[in-house]
């Protein structure tokens, strides 16, 4: 006898559907407008410009100190640097990919940028190396709720960046609490 009603895989299909259609809304070609005039809502292309930079800033700081929290961690348990070390290196390069356009005048990657000193790293790290991963996992769910959150103040393109560094995120989590369980106290 077949099942009616709303089902588990009819609902994820239907939302899979509407979020396909919202991505391809977005992603609209840049329409100047007759002339090659600048369109009225030009103001508001800034006020998106500024507030992307603005999440790309907050992405890259939360990052830096994730990767802070890495290297505390598999400085204080070494028999589990070696299983961090591949999370490690993804989330340096989510950090670079993040990372907002320098404008014009601004130094290049890897020169201070004026008074912005680097993260101040984590909290103390736990003496047993199964919680100290456990909290590692639990940062990368952060990071991950953090950034689907920022989804949805994103213009497409970020989105697709956030949304990509999320599902890596929350893939990191999962490994890491793989990695706590096969980790020797």
Do not use: F, I, N, W
Not at 45 to 51: F, N, Q
Not at 94 to 116: F, Q, Y
Not at 130 to 146: F, N
């Amino acid at each position: 006898m077949r099942r009616t009603g709303t089902t588990r895989r009819g609902a994820l299909t239907a939302t899979g559907a509407l979020a396909l259609g919202a991505v391809l809304t977005g992603c609209g070609g840049d329409d100047d407008g007759a002339g090659g005039k600048k369109p009225a809502h030009s103001g508001a292309r800034a006020t998106s410009a500024k507030a992307e930079k603005a999440l790309r800033e907050k992405a890259v700081r939360d990052g830096a100190l994730l990767l802070a929290q890495y290297d505390l961690v598999a400085e204080a348990h070494p028999a589990a640097a070696a299983g961090l070390e591949p999370l490690r290196a993804a989330v340096a390069e989510h950090g670079k990919a993040l990372a907002p356009p320098r404008a014009k005048g601004e130094p290049k990657k890897g020169e201070p940028k004026g008074d912005k000193a680097p993260p101040a790293p984590a909290g103390p790290v736990s003496a047993d190396p199964k919680a100290a991963v456990r909290e590692l996992a639990a940062a990368e769910r952060r990071r991950a709720d953090a950034h689907t959150e920022a989804l949805l103040s994103a213009g497409p393109e970020l989105a697709r960046l956030l949304a990509s560094v999320a599902a890596a995120a929350a893939a990191h989590a999962y490994l890491l609490t793989e990695l706590a369980e096969e980790t020797a106290v």
